[in-house]
């Protein structure tokens, strides 16, 4: 596909719903007695994994445009999936049912895409295995497809998490949930809270100290309505598309502010980004925020930030090459282990366009200002890298083919119409 051209963006953009907490909307919806309705359902094929997973479990959930309704089965009334439980693309829907599914009186089975079955699952497999689950990978690996078998009993868990992963972190949760006693759970740094804050939400107890979490299990929880804010992580395509481009400026309505997911801010101000909040509704940790043109000066991004904007390293390392002088990106190891090498793919296919970047063992370092040049560039069958190379197409004039721009409905299917209606609004 031919990305699309412009020089500046201008105009008002609504970003999709929050992936993280569309997903977990729906599982807890599902765990829950009760009925849960959910507005504002992020509509894009990795929470549609979810969907269809509660459903092939015996869920009764209707879905209707992005309202969903879901009659909440309760951790004891899913029912055993007819065929293996097709999780797609989706590294949150896999991760987080295995914690769900680890006390069920019947098997399932996990498949997946290719990438998702070369994506480590041992970081989930080994605690659960801990507190008494019953699950292993093909062939005796901790991969893909995923068998998790009959278990009726559940101890609770002390761990002490060797990556900084919410995805871990809520396999165990929702484990805890069901295990008998208290579960101890020490963060290695703070990651995205969504499912403390729902495990709330839901009726539930929940104590949270820094990175100490503890729940006592079991609990039963009950079906609640649910608004889903805009996506920062699809936001963050825009912010940096109004910092690099001339001329520019975006309104970006309604995004999701959680404090847990809001690293990208950070980095936007460190490096000297024109971007402020029109209006917050404190309530629902969400914001109007606007961004300008800037001029764009290197940073440091490392330690303790990096599980706050994890998903959005790969435009933010675009964002560095805008910047005058060095930015060095470090401790971010776990982006080679997303839906493609993180680290990699953004640095081979921004050397393509122009960029000066090299990789090190756990990030990047990137020299700018750097002026950008066409050429034929690829997703790598990842959304945010296909993303990524749309905005990077705004600083050149020359033409740029994308390979596999479909990858983008995974978390924002209508990603270039929304870009396409920022160039139009221009005139
Ligand atoms: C997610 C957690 C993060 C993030 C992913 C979504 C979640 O993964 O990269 O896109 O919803 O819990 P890790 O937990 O592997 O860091």
Same mark, same amino acid.
Not at 35 to 55: G, M, P, R, V, Y
Not at 230 to 241: K, M, N, R, Y
């Given at each position: 596909m031919k990305l699309h051209q412009a020089k500046s963006l201008n105009g008002t953009l609504e970003v999709p719903a929050d992936k993280s907490i569309s997903h977990r909307s729906i =599982?807890?919806?599902?765990?829950?007695?009760?009925?849960?309705? +959910?507005?504002?359902?992020?509509?894009?094929?990795?929470?549609?994994?979810?969907?269809?997973?509660?459903?092939?479990?015996g869920v009764h959930i209707v879905h209707d445009d992005k309202t969903v309704t879901i009659?909440?089965?309760?951790?004891?009334?899913?029912?055993?999936?007819?065929? *293996?439980?097709? =999780?797609?693309?989706?590294?949150? /829907?896999?991760?987080?049912? =295995?914690?769900?599914l680890a006390k069920q009186s019947f098997q399932s089975v996990l498949i997946g895409d290719a990438s998702l079955s070369k994506r480590p699952m041992d970081r989930i497999i080994e605690p659960l295995l801990q507190m008494n689950?019953?699950?292993?990978?093909?062939?005796?690996?901790? $991969?893909?497809? @995923?068998?998790i078998s009959p278990n009726n009993y559940l101890n609770p868990?002390? $761990?002490?998490?060797? #990556?900084?992963?919410?995805? #871990?972190?809520?396999? @165990?949760?929702?484990?805890?949930?069901?295990?008998?006693?208290e579960s101890k759970i020490v963060e290695k740094e703070i990651s995205r809270n969504h499912t403390e804050e729902m495990i709330k939400q839901f009726g539930g107890s929940i104590q949270v100290e820094g990175k100490t979490i503890r729940l006592t299990g079991p609990q039963e929880l009950?079906?609640?309505?649910? /608004?889903?804010?805009?996506?920062?992580?699809?936001?963050?395509?825009?912010?940096?598309?109004?910092? #690099?481009?001339?001329?520019s400026k975006i309104v970006l309505k309604n995004v999701g502010v959680n404090p847990t997911r809001t690293g990208i801010l950070d980095v936007l101000t460190d490096m000297g980004a024109n971007w402020t909040i029109l209006?917050?509704? #404190?309530?629902?940790?969400?914001?109007?925020?606007? +961004?300008?043109?800037?001029?764009?000066?290197? /940073?440091?991004?490392?330690?303790? +930030? @990096?599980?706050?904007? +994890?998903?959005?390293?790969?435009?933010?390392?675009?964002?560095?090459?805008?910047?005058?002088?060095t930015t060095v990106i470090k401790n971010a190891e776990e982006l080679k282990v997303k839906e493609t090498n993180r680290i990699d793919a953004t640095a081979k296919e921004l050397r393509k366009l122009g960029a000066s970047i090299e990789t090190t063992q756990d990030g990047l370092i990137i020299h700018g200002p750097t002026a950008f040049h066409g050429g034929q560039v690829s997703s790598h069958g990842d959304h945010r890298i296909g993303m990524m190379l749309q905005i990077a197409a705004l600083l /050149?004039?020359?033409?740029?083919?994308?390979?596999? *721009?479909?990858?983008?409905s995974i978390s924002y299917p209508q990603f270039f119409d929304d870009f396409d209606h920022l160039i139009d609004k221009e005139g």
């Open positions: =599982m807890f919806g599902a765990i829950a007695k009760g009925e849960t309705t +959910i507005h504002n359902f992020l509509e894009a094929e990795d929470c549609l994994s979810t969907l269809k997973a509660f459903q092939d479990l009659q909440g089965a309760g951790f004891d009334g899913l029912k055993p999936a007819e065929k *293996p439980l097709d =999780m797609g693309n989706s590294g949150t /829907t896999t991760r987080l049912i =295995m914690g769900i689950a019953k699950i292993h990978g093909v062939n005796d690996t901790t $991969y893909a497809p @995923i068998t868990i002390h $761990y002490v998490l060797p #990556v900084a992963s919410a995805q #871990v972190k809520s396999a @165990i949760l929702f484990a805890a949930l069901q295990a008998n006693g009950t079906g609640q309505t649910i /608004t889903v804010p805009g996506d920062i992580s699809s936001a963050a395509f825009f912010l940096v598309a109004g910092a #690099v481009a001339r001329n209006q917050e509704d #404190v309530h629902n940790q969400s914001a109007d925020i606007e +961004i300008s043109s800037s001029n764009l000066v290197a /940073t440091e991004i490392g330690g303790d +930030i @990096i599980p706050r904007l +994890i998903d959005e390293i790969p435009v933010i390392a675009l964002l560095a090459t805008q910047a005058s002088g /050149t004039d020359e033409p740029i083919e994308l390979e596999h *721009p479909e990858a983008v």
